[in-house]
């Protein structure tokens, strides 16, 4: 198993958050996603944080809890009147999210790029 503090890492980018699972997000984990989750909201409740990138690039797999996790951030990113996006899913994360039918609720990028550059202001770009 692994520690909390290891299934994500975090990047700041202004107002921008980038979180990175960097393990598969399985339900054996579903504690630690959780808990992880629960200060990752904090953290949005207290920061000038608005906007939420997740990048999938060091996984091709998450599960329930994970999706749970991902409704409840966005959530969250909502009340703040941000924006989420989702960035380098694989073929298989794209499929969970089909077939749960949650793939048009967030902006879906190729790439970390794309996703933040899709967050800057029209009139920045």
């Given amino acids: 198993m692994h520690d909390a503090l290891e299934l994500f890492s975090y990047e700041r980018h202004g107002d921008t958050l980038v979180v990175?699972?960097?393990?598969?997000?399985?339900?054996?984990?579903?504690?630690?996603?959780?808990?992880?989750?629960?200060?990752?909201?904090?953290?949005?409740?207290?920061?000038?944080?608005?906007?939420?990138?997740?990048?999938?690039?060091?996984?091709?797999?998450?599960g329930s809890t994970a999706i749970s996790a991902l409704l409840k951030l966005s959530e969250k990113v909502h009340e703040k009147h941000g924006a989420m996006v989702l960035c380098n899913l694989s073929r298989g994360e794209h499929e969970i999210l089909d077939v749960a039918n949650l793939e048009s609720l967030w902006r879906i990028a190729a790439s970390r790029q794309e996703?933040?550059?899709?967050?800057?202001?029209?009139?920045a770009k």
């Fill in 20 to 62: 990175m699972p960097v393990v598969n997000l399985s339900e054996f984990e579903f504690a630690h996603i959780e808990q992880e989750v629960r200060s990752l909201l904090e953290y949005l409740d207290t920061s000038r944080i608005t906007n939420v990138v997740v990048d999938f690039q060091r996984t091709n797999y998450f």
């Fill in 115 to 123: 996703a933040l550059d899709s967050l800057q202001p029209v009139a």
